[in-house]
């Protein structure tokens, strides 16, 4: 099972940014389908964005409308991480913000997994929290 370690959340004022890094215990190519999640007090948990590492140059980054012109998920597989870099922050993305992963053969795999369920492995999360 992959571990996954959350960091560089923090507190900031609505407009600003955030990078978000998930470290794994092990290479996500062609394996790991991987998501960052987020759960605001009193509401369920809520995907953000997932990515898949291909062969070669080809991976696959998928977004949640609320996301979309705002955030951005990347990863470095040499450093065995996957970042959330958040833009134009608003208090309504103010949550615990959670790195999901679950084996995955191809894309298409990974366009499948969409819910909180569908990932079985987490980590401890980094909470975010955006003032106005």
């Known amino acids: 099972q992959v571990h996954l370690e959350e960091s560089g959340g923090g507190s900031v004022q609505a407009g600003g940014s955030l990078k978000l890094s998930c470290v794994t215990s092990?290479?996500?190519?062609?394996?790991?389908?991987v998501a960052w999640f987020r759960q605001a007090p009193g509401k369920p948990r809520e995907g953000v964005a997932r990515?898949?590492?291909?062969?070669?140059?080809?991976?696959?980054?998928d977004y949640d409308a609320s996301a979309k012109g705002r955030f951005t998920i990347f990863r470095d597989n040499a450093k065995k991480t996957v970042y959330l870099q958040m833009t134009k922050l608003k208090p309504e993305d103010s949550a615990m913000y959670y790195c999901a992963a679950d084996r995955a053969r191809d894309r298409s795999t990974c366009a499948r997994l969409s819910g909180e369920g569908d990932f079985s492995a987490w980590g401890q999360g980094t909470q975010v929290t955006v003032s106005s």
């Open positions: 092990e290479s996500i190519y062609n394996t790991y389908c």
């Open positions: 990515i898949y590492t291909e062969t070669g140059r080809t991976w696959f980054a």
